[in-house]
T-cell receptor
Framework: AQSVTQLDSQVPVFEEAPVELRCNYSSSVSVYLFWYVQYPNQGLQLLLKYLSGSTLVKGINGFEAEFNKSQTSFHLRKPSVHISDTAEYFCAVLSYNTDKLIFGTGTRLQVFP | EPEVTQTPSHQVTQMGQEVILRCVPISNHLYFYWYRQILGQKVEFLVSFYNNEISEKSEIFDDQFSVERPDGSNFTLKIRSTKLEDSAMYFC?????????????FGDGTRLSIL
């Protein structure tokens, strides 16, 4: 079985500061890794994904994430956040033999001016 | 950009009543999904659907739940006799294929409130 842990339920940060949202996963099989963003009153939008290859993946809106197999982590980073980045961010895994996305509990990123 | 659309955005229903949540997946997508998110909890998979059959379902998806593709464009989730604990945001998703190279595209959700 797979599970995803997002260590921070809320992350407050000032505009233009860097941010890291943490994600750890557990799985007995190989998985693909995703970050989704949910803006207020909207659905889930794919930010980026890791399938294979380079462990640093870049996504939309200036976000990037690094896959660390030894630490089973997939932390999301942005070097300089904007007010518009205020949203809920979900880490998710997908194992090779299923289409069932397993989500973490989400991290609410609140960007202050 | 094509979108998954869900209606209604908010549904209020009395406990014990049947409810149908509607979704219009992206037109060339063949795989369809329902997820739900109880307030303050994680997004949970309910069911996946392909070629007019359920491909996979979770333990949440019991006999009270059913899915249907009644025509070429709609994908519905029916809850036969709603319970208070069915109150949640329900998300529909669709994809062109399976696996990580065909990511699931999500709708904006239907908030279901059971009174």
């Amino acid at each position: 079985a797979q599970s995803v842990t997002q260590l921070d339920s809320q992350v407050p940060v000032f505009e233009e500061a860097p941010v890291e949202l943490r994600c750890n996963y557990s799985s007995s099989v190989s998985v693909y890794l995703f970050w989704y963003v949910q803006y207020p009153n909207q659905g889930l939008q794919l930010l980026l994904k890791y399938l294979s290859g380079s462990t640093l993946v870049k996504g939309i809106n200036g976000f990037e994430a690094e896959f660390n197999k030894s630490q089973t982590s997939f932390h999301l980073r942005k070097p300089s956040v904007h007010i518009s980045d205020t949203a809920e961010y979900f880490c998710a895994v997908l194992s090779y033999n299923t289409d069932k996305l397993i989500f973490g509990t989400g991290t609410r990123l609140q960007v202050f001016p | 950009e094509p979108e998954v659309t869900q209606t209604p955005s908010h549904q209020v229903t009395q406990m014990g009543q049947e409810v149908i949540l509607r979704c219009v997946p992206i037109s060339n997508h063949l795989y369809f999904y329902w997820y739900r998110q109880i307030l303050g909890q994680k997004v949970e998979f309910l069911v996946s659907f392909y070629n007019n059959e359920i491909s996979e379902k979770s333990e949440i998806f019991d006999d009270q739940f059913s899915v249907e593709r009644p025509d070429g464009s709609n994908f519905t989730l029916k809850i036969r006799s709603t319970k208070l604990e069915d109150s949640a945001m329900y998300f529909c998703a669709s994809s062109t294929g399976t696996g990580a190279n065909q990511p699931q595209h999500f709708g904006d959700g239907t908030r279901l409130s059971i009174l």
